[in-house]
């Protein structure tokens, strides 16, 4: 019985963090509605589509409406209802919201309580906060909501996806993943070879040490961490071992690293996947979203075809394996969407690690909703998140911010920061003050192998044209796919290492995690986070007594509105620390400068409808603190929040520089004819997609530039047909279609 596996799964979910009845409930209820007349002719086809998923919100607002059971009432008719559209808001002036959905007429349903066997009179559950814990209890119980949601639509997908698999005679492939004890034997291992292969050296030996310390701290108890170690410090690899060590002495189930940009995922997750195993490791880029409905149809309320498939055709990842490699895009959004395909994923978060690669990277304008969320996994769903970075941002209560997070000295994962910070300084850096290109381009001309690292893909592409005439010239941008960025990054390295000419341009996606090694690195003015990020990519493995780092002010191009502040913020600190200013006093005044000299409103600037929609303050005042009843603006919330405030969408070119010319051609013909869009296909074409702003998307197809894969399929999958408009050099054209590349700051 469909309801009973439902409510059974969302169970087995829920039991992480203690709402397992609440869960169950929904299960059961969520389908009630197809009990009426109307949608058993709608199956038949002999009537339109019903609204089915309003009944089974209204018997649980009926059901639980005791004082004391109330809240869970609220909190399963917000699941249920949404459980094909999406959680809507609490209240509010349209037919959508939750309120005017318990209060609309819905078709009559007999016999849904004969379906619903073990439904209980009165739900017992723990509240997700204490009241010795100074949180939000609204907040918390959104959350809630949102992680009820998720165990709910999972389990539905789910039991979906087996009844129609059964039905078919197929076999369905989920699981069967190593457990996280073989991932940190494998890993072990993997890093035993990394030793012996490395020629012994102070830094070597320093990294070591960060290790064994890391690894040591994996007994203290699941929380709140940081780990503050220096570029070039092995940070990434050692905080995936302490993230496993940590999770097999806890019980913790799974390791997601969060990443903040997608230029960077396909490394980490190609070095994971080298040491702990192919099938064990996701890669979940955050801004390749299959699954968005058209802006033009965004779906009816019970959005589901009379066979039921429409599910399944939601092909996101509900992240139920052993390592997640994600952007932060992909993890922060997903923590306040409302969308089912976006929420599948979220109860998997509970008892896990999180790791937060360059945790300095979140996002100001959303700093306050993305601590809060960081704060209640820890608190209420059992994970342990990690902030791991060279230059620890000041985000702790101990920095004085107020709201921020409790993380005592001892939760660092690094062995003396400070003394790592003088052990493992490897660079000298310069201010150069106002420098024309036509400086820098000669300066190329002087020197074989040098990065400049620039604020706009206009910039990059204006310098790259002034140097592409010399020898190893290179210019990288995220307007190229990912695998042609990989295959250049790889060509780069190869071509470092055998002392061949490399002068490369790139804009900022370069800077976090990218392990390039370079004699001398300018870096156009930036935020001191950043700068500190590109210092890291010169003189990296101490070949040298000391690397090269200019940092100057590009008197030829005018500063991205995106980095005014952090450049004040970065020559405020640079007054007061600058004979030393990556150093970690100058770090801590510039973040504070950044978080706090612009005033608390900028960290919570969310966006709707043009106007500016503080997301805490929101989930605030939806709250009844007396009654407990929460009516939460969810569909707004995740209207608002966008870490990249530019929507951007997916764009398939056909680049042939890969090992096999004729990939693309074959996973394109592969989602033409597929009667559903098959989920290694859409992983694999995530390697050949380029993110572009959503206008840009829509000329090129007016335009015949890019057509759709599958018109059963709208415009969700598009690829690009028209001739010279990819580069080998450059990536992706969009000056044919009124978009100057100055649009785009990487």
């Not at 699954?291 to 009816?300: I, K, N, T, V, Y």
């Not at 998997?348 to 990277?361: F, G, H, K, Y």
């Not at 850096?429 to 420098?435: L, R």
């Not at 900022?508 to 690195?521: K, N």
Request: include cysteine; glycine fraction near 8%; aromatic fraction near 6%.
């Amino acid at each position: 019985m469909h309801l009973a596996e439902v409510g059974n799964r969302a169970a087995e979910f829920a039991v992480r963090f203690g709402a397992d009845e609440i869960a169950r409930a929904a299960g059961l209820l969520h389908d009630i509605g197809k009990c009426s007349d109307q949608y058993q002719k709608y199956i038949r086809g002999r009537a339109p589509s019903p609204d089915h998923s309003t009944a089974g919100a209204q018997v649980a607002a009926r059901r639980y409406a005791a004082r004391d059971q109330a809240v869970f009432g609220r909190l399963i008719a917000f699941a249920v209802a949404g459980h094909h559209a999406g959680l809507a808001d609490g209240t509010g002036g349209n037919a959508a919201t939750l309120d005017a959905r318990l209060a609309k007429a819905v078709p009559h349903y007999d016999g849904w309580e004969a379906q619903t066997h073990g439904l209980s009179e009165r739900l017992r559950a723990r509240l997700p906060f204490k009241p010795e814990r100074k949180s939000d209890p609204g907040y918390s119980l959104a959350f809630l909501c949102r992680m009820l949601f998720s165990c709910l639509v999972d389990a539905d997908f789910l039991a979906t996806e087996r009844f129609y698999a059964q039905a078919a005679g197929e076999r369905i492939q989920r699981g069967d993943h190593a457990p996280l004890s073989v991932l940190q034997a494998r890993l072990d291992e993997y890093m035993t070879r990394l030793v012996k292969k490395a020629e012994p050296g102070p830094i070597d030996r320093l990294r070591a040490d960060i290790l064994v310390h890391a690894r040591a701290k994996a007994a203290l108890s699941p929380g709140l961490f940081t780990m503050t170690v220096p570029t070039g410090g092995g940070k990434t690899l050692t905080s995936l071992a302490f993230g496993l060590n940590h999770a097999v002495r806890h019980g913790l189930e799974r390791i997601i690293y969060v990443i903040p940009y997608t230029s960077i995922i396909e490394q980490t997750a190609r070095v994971f996947r080298e040491a702990l195993g192919e099938e064990d490791v996701l890669e979940h880029h955050g801004n390749v979203d299959w699954e968005q409905p058209s802006r033009e149809d965004p779906g009816r309320a019970d959005d589901e075809d009379p066979t039921g498939l429409h599910k399944l055709r939601r092909a996101a990842e509900n992240w139920d394996v052993p390592v997640v490699v994600t952007t932060a895009v992909q993890f922060f959004e997903s923590l306040h969407a409302a969308r089912p395909s976006r929420c599948r994923k979220l109860h998997n978060l509970a008892r896990s690690v999180v790791i937060l690669d360059e945790a300095q990277t979140l996002p100001v304008h959303l700093l306050r909703p993305c601590i809060a969320a960081i704060d209640e996994l820890a608190a209420n769903y059992g994970a342990s998140v990690v902030l791991c970075t060279a230059t620890q941002p000041a985000l702790k209560r101990q920095d004085s911010f107020t709201g921020g997070l409790d993380i005592p000295e001892d939760r660092e994962l690094a062995p003396n920061p400070e003394e790592l910070y003088r052990n493992l300084r490897r660079v000298k850096v310069e201010h150069a003050g106002c420098v024309p290109d036509a400086v820098i381009a000669a300066r190329f001309a002087e020197t074989e192998r040098m990065l400049c690292i620039v604020n706009s893909r206009k910039h990059a592409r204006a310098l790259y044209g002034m140097i592409s005439g010399l020898s190893g010239a290179r210019h990288l941008t995220t307007l190229m796919c990912p695998l042609h960025r990989r295959v250049m990054l790889a060509d780069i390295r190869t071509a470092l290492a055998a002392g061949r000419p490399v002068r490369l341009v790139a804009t900022s996606l370069i800077e976090a995690g990218v392990d390039l090694d370079f004699p001398e690195v300018w870096r156009a003015e930036t935020g001191l986070d950043s700068l500190a990020q590109a210092a890291g990519r010169c003189n990296r493995e101490g070949k040298l007594p000391v690397g090269r780092t200019v940092l100057f002010e590009a008197v030829d191009h005018k500063l991205p509105p995106v980095f005014r502040q952090p450049v004040d913020a970065m020559k405020e600190a640079l007054r007061h620390h600058g004979e030393d200013p990556l150093g970690l006093e100058a770090v801590r005044q510039y973040f504070r400068t950044l978080y706090w000299v612009k005033g608390e409103d900028a960290l919570d600037a969310a966006k709707l409808d043009g106007e500016r929609y503080p997301i805490i303050a929101a989930i605030k005042e939806s709250f009844d603190a007396r009654s407990l009843k929460i009516d939460t603006p969810f569909a707004s919330i995740a209207a608002a929040f966008h870490i990249i405030e530019d929507i951007m969408d997916p764009v398939i070119v056909r680049w042939h520089g890969g090992n096999d010319p004729d990939e693309v051609p074959q996973l394109l013909d592969a989602l033409r004819f597929a009667k559903r869009p098959p989920g290694a296909v859409l992983r694999r074409l995530q390697q050949f997609t380029v993110s572009v702003p959503v206008r840009a998307r829509l000329a090129m197809i007016a335009s015949g530039a890019v057509q759709p894969v599958n018109p059963d399929y709208g415009d969700r999958f598009v690829a690009l047909v028209a001739d010279g408009l990819y580069s080998d050099q450059t990536g992706l054209s969009l000056d044919p279609f009124g978009m100057s590349i100055e649009a785009g700051f990487m």
